[in-house]
Nanobody, 123 residues
Framework: QVHLVESGGGLVQAGGSLRLSCAAS????????MGWFRRAPGNEREFVAA????????YYADSVKARFTISRDNAKNTAHLQMNSLKFEDTAVYYC????????????????WGQGTQVTVSS
């Protein structure tokens, strides 16, 4: 059974940083691209960032580019999202997801999802 468990969320002031982690089990982690998505209250789920299985390719939403960095450690079956210069509008539940094949920006193409971790940025 596949499990994706997010951690690292919390409350931070605007301008601060957080590092989210996603621990994966039950799948051959190194064969999956990993993505981060978020959903703010009243909003649709939106793409944040993704990284290819090898880590060689990364993708970002325009809204987070240059502020967020996605990475992965295939030896530890973990993915990370370093979030810097956080803004109030980054407040959302953040989800990690695993994609075996497909378009990394498209949520519906992901195979597995975590339960999410809350990120709250105070202005």
């Amino acid at each position: 059974q596949v499990h994706l468990v997010e951690s690292g969320g919390g409350l931070v002031q605007a301008g601060g940083s957080l590092r989210l982690s996603c621990a994966a089990s039950g799948l051959t982690f190194s064969t999956y691209a990993m993505g981060w998505f978020r959903r703010a209250p009243g909003n649709e789920r939106e793409f944040v960032a993704a990284i290819s299985w090898s880590g060689g390719d990364t993708y970002y939403a325009d809204s987070v580019k240059a502020r967020f960095t996605i990475s992965r450690d295939n030896a530890k079956n973990t993915a990370h999202l370093q979030m810097n210069s956080l803004k109030f509008e980054d407040t959302a539940v953040y989800y990690c997801a695993a994609l075996y094949s497909g378009r990394p920006r498209e949520a519906h193409e992901y195979d597995y999802w975590g339960q999410g971790t809350q990120v709250t940025v105070s202005s």
